[in-house]
């Protein structure tokens, strides 16, 4: 099962891949995550990253494609994987399509997830994540048990620096423009399915759910 978990920023993604991942028993592949993790240890690839994430900007795509498409080609995703973050355009969903072609496989279904600018930029706003292990949280809808401590791994809860309002609009603006095509892609495909990300967290996965059953059965 190769699922792809699709939206705008903040629209709560990677809170309900962490869910889909561990009920369908597939890695989550979060392409954020794994720039987060190689700026934080200071990898050749997050220093080549670095200046994009911060921005808001789509890091390039001949170092984007080639660390998604590296990571889903590890044995761990043999069986299916949750993409996340990763196609963010039309040129990565079209080498995406090709790798997977060439190993005889295709997208099961994407999951498009949304929600409005205001409730965006709200989540967002609030937004922490763990800079250790990368788990999230939110200062309103979800804050950790003790203040700025990750309830996971111990580690510290920070704001992420693309967090801030300017960046926020810039990545938003940068959705609309290169990311929202992406939809119409797998529309094309018959393989997207859309999802309301608004209410609470086990509203939105009920919903999410009901999509895989659904799907399952067929
Ligand atoms: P969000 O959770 O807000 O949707 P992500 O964590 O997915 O953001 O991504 C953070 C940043 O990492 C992006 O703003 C971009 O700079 C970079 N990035 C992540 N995935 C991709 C991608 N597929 N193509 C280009 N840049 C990416
Ligand atoms: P994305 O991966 O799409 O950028 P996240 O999963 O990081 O989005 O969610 C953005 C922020 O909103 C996080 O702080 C998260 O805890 C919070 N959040 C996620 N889903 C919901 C929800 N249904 N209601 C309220 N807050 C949410
Ligand atoms: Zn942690």
Same mark, same amino acid.
């Given at each position: ?101 060439? +190993? ?7 999951? /498009?997830?949304?929600? %409005? ?5 709200? &989540? @967002? ?61 797998? +529309? ?7 999802? /309301?990300?608004?209410? %609470? ?5 009920? &919903? @999410? ?10």
């Amino acid at each position: 099962m190769q699922l792809l978990i699709f939206g705008p920023p903040g629209a709560g993604k990677g809170t309900q891949a962490v869910r889909i991942a561990q009920a369908m028993e597939i890695p989550h592949v979060s392409t954020g995550d794994l720039f987060r993790a190689n700026m934080r240890d200071g990898t050749e690839l997050g220093k080549k990253a670095q200046e994009y994430v911060t921005g808001g900007e789509l890091v390039p795509n001949e170092i984007v494609i080639a660390m998604a498409l590296d990571r889903i080609g590890q044995a761990d995703c043999q069986k299916g994987f949750l993409l996340d973050g990763f196609p963010r355009d039309v040129e990565q969903a079209e080498q995406l399509e090709k790798w997977l072609l060439e +190993r005889g496989k295709n997208i099961t279904a994407v999951l /498009s997830v949304e929600l %409005d600018d205001e409730t965006i930029i709200q &989540r @967002i706003i609030s937004r922490r994540v763990c800079r250790s292990c990368g788990a999230t949280y939110n200062v309103s809808a979800q804050p950790p048990k003790v203040e700025n401590v990750c309830d996971q791994c111990g580690g510290p809860v920070v704001q992420r620096p693309d967090d801030q309002r300017e960046v926020i609009e810039n990545r938003l603006s940068v959705y609309k423009k290169q990311t929202a095509p992406v939809e119409e892609f797998y +529309r094309k495909r018959g393989v997207l399915k859309t999802i /309301s990300g608004d209410g %609470d967290m086990d509203s939105v996965f009920g &919903r @999410i759910q009901e999509v895989l059953s659904d799907f399952e059965r067929s």
